[in-house]
């Protein structure tokens, strides 16, 4: 990076998947700080492990993307083990299917992970087995970590994928 830096302007770190969605915890794919439950994968590492004296911070953009994931759980009950991830959800779907109308026969509870830094729909019925999980970026998580990113030092934010952030109207 040391030969890099005088001829690269900025360096886009991609922070939309840095978790190992393949763990069995349903959680954020993009999570802003490390933690004992969820693990070291986080933004705050993964900008960390660059801005250890190999990256001025300055240069470092931040990526952002507006698509949730959807898991299939095991439980809700905290046991969680085995859940897996069943398809990426654009944030305009989640609004049309989920926040703006509650699906049949299913109850949607809004829930936010100050942890994580993220937002998660739990989706429940019409069977007590059939539970879903939404994680997500919504304006809280979104006003954090871009906070983080400032009071950082950060060079600056980038939206991956423009268009995903269709249904945003904060």
């Known amino acids: 990076f040391s030969a890099l830096n005088p001829w690269v302007a900025c360096y886009y770190v991609m922070t939309d998947k840095i978790t190992d969605l393949k763990n069995g915890i349903a959680q954020s794919s993009s999570p802003l700080l490390n933690s004992d439950k969820y693990g070291k994968s986080s933004i705050e590492s993964t900008i960390g492990l660059y801005a250890n004296g ?67 729909l739990n989706i429940i019925g019409p069977n007590p087995t059939d539970e879903e999980q939404i994680w997500y970026e919504d304006f809280r998580s979104l006003y954090e970590k871009y906070n983080w990113a400032l009071d950082n030092g950060l060079g600056g934010v980038c939206i991956k994928g423009i268009g995903e952030d269709d249904g945003y109207s904060e």
């Open 54 to 120: 190999k990256i001025p911070i300055s240069k470092l953009i931040m990526t952002v993307s507006y698509t949730g994931t959807l898991w299939k759980l095991n439980n809700l009950e905290g046991n969680q083990q085995n859940d897996k991830v069943e398809k990426d959800i654009t944030y305009s779907d989640i609004i049309k299917n989920y926040l703006n109308k509650t699906p049949e026969n299913q109850t949607v509870i809004q829930g936010y992970d100050p942890d994580q830094v993220a937002t998660y």
